[in-house]
């Protein structure tokens, strides 16, 4: 965790990466079918992602001619020189992709979901719930604000790839019949929120995208922690063999259904703040107004997705060889050590979604100094709008 | 001629020169001490000779290198020239020590294990260690020829050294043929450039045409000479076959296969520390005028080793022949930053860095590999470690560092050299050779990581790695400084006073 406390930009990249041994020999060592291929996979693509983002680092080190890697420095001198505009869109890309690939962008996505579906319960709430956050805080720490110019070249790419992860993934969500597999991929979609807030590259938008990155990795933490409690109690994460497993344990059913809606962006939940402002502020501008209907329609989609798998697993009719299981007194209801982390989770997931201002103060301080101006962005228009994006926040958040 | 001789013999003992190279001259009387031991000793007490090859070169180590005001000494020219020390040779001395005494501890796991006779092992390693250290230090081309021939010879020997076994006998003759080969192509080269060099009908020709820097200021004047381009390109494919840089790579796997394990292991990094040291010295050196000529070839060259290797590797099955050929990329990231070195001067401290790095890593590996070997270590199969980790633990752990090392994660010492590598290779403008870097480690992740998923991941079916004998306390101390010096060379890489 020590990459999000780093000001030196070298050591957050270095923390990042330290994690990759472990979380391989927790997947390997404790994962379940198939994780020979899948840690492997997931391990090289996330060492493809870091090593582009290391060459962007070392591009702008080198290209920067500041002799440190200081990201205070770094900004300063930055934003007093700024880089020329081909230099900028190569470096920027090597960080969008880099980044990218780390917080599986489509199309280099395919680790994810097939990783975090054979990952032990713990590894997969870590490495969806906190590490994954790790390429957009580069992004949003390090290349929108350092590189502005790069940023606003790629702009329509970062918009459609978002999107691609909003929509496709969405879909390819939709047919997913194994819990964890649905998960996965829903944490890859929702993952298009937060890009899309970034490209905004307002103080709105990347605060949203902030309040998005902190509530969904409680929520997608919770839900992988709750699918392996629904595993303890059916033997199979295959949503299609199981039915009614609420009427035996509904305390189970009421956590996953809350889960479920707070992954949805249902108000009272974190979810709804990130989404909510990621959206408000792409509607300020009229270059960005268009995106905010198809975005919207992620959220139908997620709302389908989570809540087939909410009825097909805890209502209706369970298949025969479920019934049997259920009527055998084997299954139980939430246990008390299950309940607690649950608990916590929730708890600050409703925190966050009563009293966003615990979060959305802080990051609005840092982050209009980080994005104070947006007068170097010049295909995006946006300038004018940056008053009343300030003004939409404040009216969000209190 | 008695009046030669003796003029000869004057000069010698009238300077105090030897002095520079007290620790070579020490490590020969060693290892000559060493079969003086094995004819005193009685048979019951010849595990003595190990235990003196180590300790002594611990002692020699400690004297020579011990005060710190030997390692920051300037330039210094000794023997009329033919040997000059800096801070990179006072540096790389001190490695091949170090190296050497990994070897011998090695040899020591190894030989426990084998019917064969074990103080010639020790002897010869010392020699090598010798040999190497002048080779990092001459200034001269007839000292730099003679001190590889003394390294070659001595590793014919060293290569074969397995006599039962066939794998030895033919990673041997392979060895004798190809080293054979590179030996006179390196000579055919120096031959043309002294010829050049020394011709009197040239401009600037120069009396002593075999001293680098005679010929440096000779270089620089004719640096479009057909003859020296010719001899400098033979000179510098001589030395491609020593690191096993593509197109001179093919012996590589075959010779690391067969060969004892301590000796691939002193032929992975200490001949190939040396090969580079040499490179080096040489392209900022004497061939510093052929820079513009020099740069394309050679940047194809590591290009193409760097993906030869990786490649070559990912379908390896058999250890040693892996680590042949990841070798061989590990050898295109160290010849990217022999390239960068010509136009950002620090890179050649990044270089050394990414060496010692390499050392401290591939020797936990080696260590490992030692230890897990049967009697007939030249078929280790991956296979063979499976359910390593849950059997040995110990073993387990050191293995994934030295694997994670090489593959360059953070926190260990690999990723640091790495880093210094790209920071190096990006001032020197080398995009391209930095996207094919990027691209090999990424490949190179598939078969490092592959082999510590055979070490951990629990394969309930098979149970091999049975026969793994447990360890020694010192075993473990030797593993486990390697291992932790990794991790703080990784954390703190100013430990290393390599940087400036």
């Known amino acids: 965790m020590e990459a999000f406390a780093s000001a030196v930009f070298f050591f957050f990249y270095f923390f990042h990466e330290f994690a990759l041994i472990p979380t391989f020999i927790m997947i390997g060592v404790w994962g379940g079918a198939g994780k020979r291929g899948a840690a492997i996979e997931m391990t090289i693509y996330l060492t493809l992602g870091a090593l582009l983002s290391l060459l962007g680092l070392i591009a702008l080190y080198v290209e920067s001619g500041v002799d440190s890697f200081s990201l205070l420095e770094l900004r300063n001198y930055l934003s007093a020189q700024p880089l020329a505009d081909t230099v900028q869109n190569n470096i920027f890309a090597l960080l969008l992709f880099g980044f990218g690939i780390l917080v599986s962008l489509f199309p280099f996505h395919s680790w994810a979901p097939k990783g975090y579906a054979t990952a032990p319960t713990g590894a997969a709430m870590l490495h969806a719930g906190v590490l994954k956050k790790f390429g957009l805080y580069g992004l949003l720490q390090i290349a929108a604000p350092l590189l502005p110019a790069g940023a606003a070249h790629w702009f329509p790419w970062i918009v459609w790839l978002a999107l691609g992860n909003i929509i496709i993934i969405g879909l390819i969500t939709m047919a997913q019949k194994d819990v964890k597999m649905m998960l996965g991929y829903s944490s890859v979609m929702h993952m298009g929120y937060a890009f899309l807030g970034i490209a905004t590259f307002s103080a709105v938008g990347v605060g949203g995208a902030l309040l998005m990155m902190i509530a969904h990795g409680l929520s997608v933490a919770l839900l992988f922690m709750l699918s392996t409690c629904i595993y303890h109690r059916s033997q199979t994460f295959d949503m299609s063999a199981m039915g009614g497993l609420a009427t035996k344990a509904p305390v189970l059913a009421a956590f996953f259904v809350a889960a479920t809606m707070a992954s949805i962006g249902l108000p009272g939940f974190g979810n709804f703040w990130g989404e909510f402002t990621i959206f408000a502020s792409l509607a300020e501008t009229a270059t960005t107004k268009w995106i905010v209907a198809p975005a919207a329609l992620g959220i139908i989609i997620s709302a389908i997705y989570g809540l087939r798998a909410v009825a097909n697993i805890f209502y209706g009719q369970p298949t025969e060889a479920f019934t049997g299981r259920l009527k055998g007194g084997e299954i139980v209801d939430l246990k008390g050590f299950e309940r607690l982390p649950a608990s916590i989770l929730i708890i600050a997931l409703v925190l966050v979604g009563l009293f966003p201002r615990i979060f959305s103060d802080a990051a609005d301080r840092e982050l209009t100094q980080i994005y104070p101006t947006l007068s170097t962005l010049p295909t995006i228009e946006v300038n004018a709008a940056l008053p009343l994006a300030v003004e939409a926040h404040k009216e969000v958040t209190h | 001629m008695n009046e030669l001789l003796a003029e000869f013999l004057r000069s010698l003992t009238a300077t ?278 020099m740069v394309p070839v050679l940047s194809f060259i590591a290009a193409a080793t760097i993906l030869f290797g990786n490649f070559a590797a990912v379908a390896q099955r058999n250890v040693k022949r892996l680590m042949g050929l990841s070798g061989i990329a590990h050898a295109g990231y160290l010849l990217v930053g022999v390239i960068a070195a010509l136009t950002v001067p620090w890179a050649q401290y990044a270089v050394i860095f990414y060496l010692v790095t390499y050392l401290l890593a591939s020797f936990a590996v080696f260590g490992v590999m030692a230890h897990v070997a049967g009697s007939d270590d030249a078929n280790q199969e991956l296979e063979d470690y499976e359910n390593l980790a849950r059997k040995r633990p110990f073993l387990g752990g050191v293995l994934a560092a030295g694997l994670g090392s090489l593959a360059g994660i953070p926190p260990l010492g690999g990723f640091i050299g790495k880093l210094f590598i790209f920071i190096a290779a990006f001032q020197a403008g080398l995009y391209g050779l930095l996207g094919i870097s990027v691209l090999g480690v990424v490949i190179s992740i598939y078969y490092y990581f592959g082999w510590v998923r055979e070490v951990y991941f629990s394969n309930p079916a098979e149970g091999v790695a049975e026969g793994v004998q447990s360890l020694c306390i010192c075993d473990r101390v030797v593993l486990g400084t390697l291992v932790v010096a990794t991790v703080v060379v990784g954390i703190y890489p100013g430990v290393l006073p390599i940087i400036p």
């Open chain 2, 16 to 293: 105090n020169d030897w002095a520079a190279i007290m620790p070579e001259i020490m490590l020969g009387v060693l290892a000559l001490g060493l079969l003086g031991a094995e004819m005193v000793l009685p048979r019951a007490q010849q595990g003595w000779i190990a235990r003196l090859a180590i300790w002594g070169q611990i002692l020699i180590l400690v004297v020579a290198f011990g005060c710190p005001s030997c390692c920051t000494l300037g330039e210094q020219s000794y023997f009329s020239g033919m040997i000059e020390q800096s801070d990179v040779s006072q540096i790389m001395r001190g490695f091949f020590l170090i190296s050497s005494i990994l070897v011998c501890y090695l040899g020591k796991v190894y030989l426990a294990k084998q019917a064969l006779p074990r103080t010639e092992f020790f002897h010869l390693v010392l020699i090598i260690a010798a040999a190497m250290m002048l080779l990092v230090q001459s200034a001269n081309f007839v000292m730099l020829f003679v001190a590889l021939e003394a390294v070659t010879v001595a590793f014919y020997v060293l290569v074969a050294y397995c006599r039962t076994s066939s794998f030895s006998l033919e990673a041997g003759l392979k060895y004798l043929v190809l080293g054979a080969l590179s030996s006179s192509i390196l000579l055919f080269g120096i031959v043309l450039l002294y010829g050049v060099a020394g011709n009197p009908e040239m401009s600037f020709s120069t009396g002593d045409s075999l001293n680098f820097n005679e010929l440096t200021t000779f270089i620089l004047v004719h640096s479009d000479n057909m003859i020296v381009r010719v001899g400098a390109i033979l000179v510098v494919a001589g030395i491609c076959f020593k690191i096993g840089a593509v197109p001179f790579q093919i012996w590589v796997p075959d010779v690391y296969q067969g060969a004892p394990t301590p000796v691939t292991a002193y032929l992975a990094i200490a001949s190939k520390a040396a090969g580079f040291i040499v490179l080096l010295q040489l392209l900022t050196g004497p061939f510093i005028g052929l820079s513009s000529f």
